[in-house]
């Protein structure tokens, strides 16, 4: 008995042969090792994943955060943009003394990014009352002041006399 198998199948027999080794080779040589670097890569990028939400919920909190003080502080923040203008000092403080006058101090190096103007003020007044007045509106006011000690307080007939120097820091950018 004899098999009768065309030439044509037997070619195509030994491709298909050939194709299968081909194919698992390749499965066997960079399918499956690479397959095991995918699951490890897989794996490491969730891992990113995880740490990128973690950070942007944490941007989102502090942008939230910084969005809340820049609104509670709008007077603040602006009060660091406006230049010192001496006379517009004593105008609208004139109301809590009987007479202010500001010398300007010798010019002060700049700190930390702010440019300073320091000034000794001596004042006049009634009563104690009118100097915390005049604390708290520079507190409202449109200038970032920091008034330093000693304040020194002095009698002088009905009224008192305060002297005190003030710094009022403003930024770099407008000089």
């Known amino acids: 008995m004899r098999l009768s198998i065309s030439q044509q199948n037997i070619y195509l027999l030994v491709f298909s042969v050939l194709l299968l080794v081909f194919v698992l080779f390749f499965a066997f040589f960079a399918l499956i090792p690479e ?19 973690q950070y942007h919920q944490w941007h989102d909190e502090v942008l939230e955060e910084l969005q809340t003080l820049r609104s509670q502080h709008q007077h603040t ?10 006379e517009r000092f004593v105008k609208m ?10 010398q300007q101090l010798s010019p ?9 103007y320091e000034v000794n ?11 915390y007045a005049f604390l708290e509106g520079i507190n409202k006011g449109d200038w970032v002041i920091n008034v330093n000690f000693p304040i020194r307080f002095e009698r002088e007939g009905n009224v008192i006399r ?10 770099l950018q407008e000089k």
């Open 162 to 171: 305060s002297t005190f120097t003030l710094k009022i820091y403003a930024n």
């Open 77 to 86: 923040i602006a009060a660091y943009d406006n230049t010192f203008n001496p």
């Open 121 to 131: 003020a001596t004042t006049k007044i009634d009563s104690p009352s009118s100097f």
């Open 35 to 53: 397959g095991k670097n995918y699951r490890i890569e897989r794996l490491e990028m969730k891992k990113y994943e995880a740490n990128e939400l």
């Open 93 to 102: 403080n004139s109301v809590y003394f009987e007479s202010l006058k500001l």
């Open 108 to 116: 002060k190096e700049d700190e930390e990014g702010f440019s300073v």
